[in-house]
């Protein structure tokens, strides 16, 4: 198990034991209702188990599929809390297998998934799932109020309220609508802040091993082994309240996920934007204390020129997923006048356009004192050393290569702007140290 989990949820047990649901103890509960929950991130998992089984639900917790539909036989659950991605057996087909049989054809499912695997919501959706919900958004809090309104029990998710870390050193009280419910307490709070960096560090050496390789076999095994790292610092991120380390880690995940399962994909590009973005990761959980820990993550702006249709409309998808704002034109002198009379917090330049050149456009747009440190990232065919120095030396912050993966350009894309929204600054590369 990773590091941020070992204390967090030894915290979370000691304090379950000690609490009672309302004036009952939960072994006296009348009509416990039972939950399936199957979810393969341990830690995650259970900080959710935890948070239900203290609001009274009893919750069994398998890590896989396969798992998953032994247990609904022998448990026979009155509602199911589905993950989609899913080892031995996915979600989507353990929802085809419930719908195909008449003793659960109208089980109660709520799906709690990555926030970027739209294909398989959707197809959940169509086999009758009741909820979908993303781990980014939904706090313990949240899939308390979920489950009983699917189930359509009185109450909310608000007794037993527990203890909160206070981020400005105060003292710990009762806040638990600002952080978002019962799984997020003072100890297990502090050690994710305090374990995180931990899994941040193996990201970083993991990300580093990959682009000394280029042998795809070793190239996947890796990737495997950052997906998992990425997978539960994402999950407990949401947990604990951090939205920018969540955002930047589901779409990590993501596009990890993308290179696991379709390896041609792997190129010197995406390796070294796998790079970048495990960096930064570690930048962010180094700047914990100028993070929100409140406030949602906003829907940036961005404004993209480009004289192709279709790479427009390519690039408005890729950042949608990650519900980005974008406004798309063709004409740089028209991206001129917009970048100067609305707020952008990114443009994504094509190089090669009629009547001005992306470079020169990125110099017209630096030189308003309003615009000049806005991110920029290039986009173009040519892929040579000599394009990305003068990228640079035309103040882009970025550069990727025509075609492009779409993952690829999402990550590019929250990098630079939560670096420059949130005033990250890159860590020294000598405070670096491979974990043993």
Known sequence: MDAI?????GSMFALQSSVSVGAQPLATLPMVKKLLFIEDDTIVGRMYQCCLQLEGFQVELVGDGKTGLDALHRLKPDLVILDLMLPKVNGVQILKHLRSRPETSSLPVIVLTNAYLNRMVEEAQQCGAHVCLTKAETPPARLVEAVR???AIGGSATGN????FSPAGGRATDRRSEVGGAAAMPDSNNAFWEYAPYTANRMRGLARELLKIDEQESQVALISSLYESVHILGGAAALFGAPAVTRMATALEAFLKELEERPSRISSSSVRTLGQACEFVGELLDHRHSLSVTKPSPAYRVLVVDDDPLTLEAVRHALGRADFKTQCVGDP???????AA???DLAIIDVHMPEMDGYELCKKVHALPELRVLPVIFLTRMNDFDHRVRSALS???DFIGKPFLFMELTVKALIHVLRWHLAVRPTKDESFKPLA
Not at 5 to 9: K, P, V
Not at 161 to 164: N, R, V
Not at 333 to 339: N, P, T
Request: hydrophobic share 50%; aromatic share 4%; charged share 5%.
């Open 161 to 164: 309220l527990l203890p909160i």
């Open 333 to 339: 002198l028209a991206a001129c006048q917009l970048l």
């Open 5 to 9: 989990g070992n204390s967090a949820i």
């Open 149 to 151: 309104k699917t189930l």
């Open 342 to 344: 609305h707020p952008f």
């Open 395 to 397: 103040g882009g912050v």
